[in-house]
């Protein structure tokens, strides 16, 4: 209850009864004065002086056709109702509050403007662009070495560029991490700033009385002798939820579309969330294990970022049982496998499984890859003596192919001139043997235990022993991104539905329709003018719609009849 002085102008009444400019919340008034009245032929002036009481609801509802009507006096302050000056006393607590949400609208501002999103965007796209063609977690040596001073890239980037910036691991420095919270930012102050009241503005029953503004709508047409009942019947049969109060009605589909961009915008923030989860929480790792050894997950994985925290699933020991090849009838590698054993710490087997190439192995947290393949050693006899293992070397060779070799001497160690037989592979399947001059001697496949004379010496090859290489690594942000990527295809096809509104008021004999939408805008004209040639043949009666609201009334009429 406060005492507030009120200048009212009323203009002059029109035939429609339906068009008022009078507040329609109640008003209590005491200790009223009517200073003066003033009364001609176009306008009725009143100027009261009056306690208002209204409820906050009812002012809100109000707000927008009212606020223009009634202006409140500029006159002196209004004293208190308990006049003990006690407003003073939380001016300086206001003035703050007041402070800190005008910082907080301003930053709001900047934050969801347009262009800076634009641009915060295409930073961070060049950035990750820029992640692919520098190589990503390389000794410094590498860096010192490609990006010389002496000849720098583009003219001036040299290696003490990637160290200072953090290039070096690009999705996991500052520099790119703050460019995605502060892309988020902004992302999070367009939904608050933009998107949530546009859904806030929609979900309204926006009547109108003013046929004024419902001509002004994308589709407007006048309808002689029809009624607003008729009509709405007509829009539920299409799908629309329908609304009528008193001569008025409204009517609405689509409105998921409006929430599509909210959806839209969370399912970028989770994809940012689960990369920068990916970049800066994860563990990877490689390592590279002959057939019959072990080694510990923890030793192998190594953190790449602030968030990377170990578990109990590092102390895993994973033995490899086995590994082994398919071939092309070429002779070609087709596939490669590693039957793979996992131990607890008691060395009890909790898990087995053979992997292959885009067939890994997955528990507790962190993920085994099947990547790579090598010989480690080979297993001869030799004069029926062993076996003996011989430590298989790779060798280059022009081309993108494999070629391991071995050397068995012959003869005393302290000889200088010391000879030996050469042995090479590609694969597992075929041994090539060279004597002591490299002249090629034979080809042996390993356990067919057939014997092989090179300066007489008796050589059977036993075994080639393979080694698999594997790449670990954890990755708590894969199942983000993958809702994110998810909820984004799924919102993406949403946002592409037409919220269409519809206005229409009835005017004696005429309604006044006339409607919008945000999408399809070529379309709906003729969408609307489908609608209003139908007719409605069903012989029941119709409810317009189920309204829980007290000030909206649930109307059944009669079907439309010509």
Not at 101 to 126: C, D, F, H, Q
Not at 133 to 144: K, M
Request: glycine share 10%; net charge neutral; aromatic share 10%.
């Amino acid at each position: 209850m406060e005492t507030l002085a009120l200048n009212l102008s009323i203009p002059p009444l029109k035939p429609n009864p339906y068009h008022t400019h009078l507040p329609k919340y109640p008003l209590s008034l005491s200790a009223s004065q009517i200073h003066y009245l003033k009364h001609n032929k176009r306008n009725l002036s009143l100027k009261i002086t009056c306690k208002l009481k209204a409820t906050r609801q009812s002012v809100e509802r109000e707000k927008g056709g009212v606020a223009g009507k009634i202006s409140a006096s500029e006159g002196a302050p209004l004293l208190s109702e308990d006049g003990n000056g006690g407003g003073n006393s939380a001016g300086g607590g206001g003035g703050k509050s007041k402070l800190v949400k005008k910082l907080w609208r301003r930053v709001l501002s900047v934050l969801s403007n347009l262009p800076l999103a634009i641009g915060e965007m295409a930073t961070v796209a060049a950035l990750m662009a820029a992640g692919t063609i520098i190589e990503q977690g390389e000794a410094p040596g590498f860096y010192i070495q490609k990006y010389p001073e002496d000849h720098p890239a583009l003219g001036f980037f040299t290696w003490r560029w990637i160290f200072a910036l953090g290039f070096d691991h690009m999705f996991s420095c500052p520099l790119f991490l703050s460019l995605l919270a502060l892309l988020a930012a902004s992302l999070m102050a367009c939904t608050y700033t933009t998107q949530i009241p546009l859904v806030k503005v929609a979900r309204r029953w926006s009547f109108s009385h003013s046929a004024e503004f419902i001509s002004k709508q994308e589709f407007a047409e006048t309808l002689p002798r029809a009624s607003i009942q008729d009509l709405g019947v007509i829009l539920m049969g299409s799908g629309y939820e329908v609304f009528l109060k008193g001569p008025s009605l409204y009517a609405f589909k689509g409105l998921a579309g409006r929430f599509a961009p909210i959806g839209v915008h969370l399912a970028m923030l989770l994809i940012m969330v689960g990369g920068t989860l990916t970049a800066a929480g994860s563990f990877k790792g490689s390592v590279t294990v002959p057939q019959g050894l072990n080694f510990i997950v923890g030793d192998v994985l190594g953190p790449s970022g602030f968030l990377s925290f170990p578990t109990e699933a590092f102390n895993t020991e994973v033995h490899v049982n086995r590994f082994f090849m398919d071939y092309y009838d070429s002779g070609e590698v087709r596939q490669f496998h590693s039957d793979l054993s996992l131990l607890d710490l008691e060395g009890k087997e909790v898990m087995r499984k053979t992997i292959s190439v885009n067939d890994p192995l997955r528990y507790g947290g962190f993920t085994i890859y099947q990547t790579d393949w090598s010989l480690s050693a080979l297993q001869i006899m030799k004069d029926d003596e062993g076996p003996f293992n011989l430590a298989m070397a790779p060798l280059k060779i022009n081309g993108d192919k494999k070629l391991y070799g071995t050397f068995l001497p012959v003869g005393s160690p302290d000889s200088p001139d010391l000879k030996g037989i050469s042995m090479l592979a590609r694969d597992l399947q075929s041994i090539v043997l060279y004597d002591l001059e490299g002249k090629f001697a034979g080809i042996r496949r390993p356990n067919s235990k057939l014997p092989i004379d090179i300066d007489g010496h008796k050589i059977v090859v036993v075994d080639a022993i393979g080694s698999t290489g594997l790449d670990l690594k954890t990755d708590p942000g894969v199942p983000v991104v993958y809702a994110g990527f998810g909820f984004l295809m799924l919102t993406t096809c949403i946002s592409f539905l037409s919220h269409a509104q519809i206005w229409a008021l009835q005017d004696g004999t005429t309604v006044v329709v006339g409607g919008k939408t945000n999408r399809a805008k070529i379309d709906f004209p003729d969408d609307m003018n489908h609608l209003l040639d139908q007719r409605h043949q069903d012989g029941k009666r119709i409810a317009v719609s189920r309204l829980s609201s007290r000030d909206e009334i649930v109307y059944n009429w009669p079907p439309f009849r010509d």
